[in-house]
């Protein structure tokens, strides 16, 4: 958020996110700012489950399941059909931060939600989106393991799209 907050005072016109732990390529960058940049899309999300993107290394086979379990859900609840929606590695333009109804300063946005909550209100508000191939590189586990963590990780990315599709939370 404070990142976000950085780009409004700064007056910057794109956000890219992208994994600090070298997940993402930061080669791929141009492509998730190409269809903002022709105007096709306001937000771009990064797939790895699209043609010419992919994952590599030693993902867990939890998150295997889960990274495809999610997409499949979040289309039910968005209405739109997604191949990705766990991807940390997207863009957006600014004008999402500044749009009164999208929150992002709710304390219930403390762990993995905040992602998850700005795809979906931004699809339910009607901007356009899209999704471009990236890569994913998950380092061998002899390296360090992933802070997501299979039960508790995993509910913090759904509990998003159940408590706005539900209309628990704004």
Do not use: C
Not at 21 to 43: T, W
């Amino acid at each position: 958020r404070a990142g976000f907050q950085e780009v409004i005072r700064r007056d910057l016109d794109v956000i890219v996110v992208i994994a600090g732990n070298n997940k993402d390529e930061p080669q791929e960058i141009p492509q998730l700012l190409n269809p903002i940049a022709d105007g096709n899309a306001i937000f771009v999300q990064g797939s790895r489950f699209l043609s010419g993107g992919g994952y590599g290394g030693d993902m867990p086979l939890y998150r295997k399941f889960a990274t495809r379990l999610h997409p499949f859900l979040f289309s039910l609840a968005t209405g739109k059909k997604l191949t990705e929606s766990t991807n940390g590695f997207r863009a957006f333009r600014k004008e999402l931060l500044k749009d009164e109804r999208i929150n992002l300063n709710q304390d219930w946005l403390d762990n993995y939600e905040l992602e998850p909550y700005l795809y979906f209100k931004t699809i339910t508000l009607g901007y356009t989106t899209a999704e471009v191939p990236v890569t994913k590189i998950y380092p061998p586990r002899k390296i360090g393991n992933t802070k997501m963590r299979p039960l508790t990780g995993w509910w913090s990315i759904l509990r998003p799209m159940f408590l706005l599709r539900f209309g628990l939370r704004k």
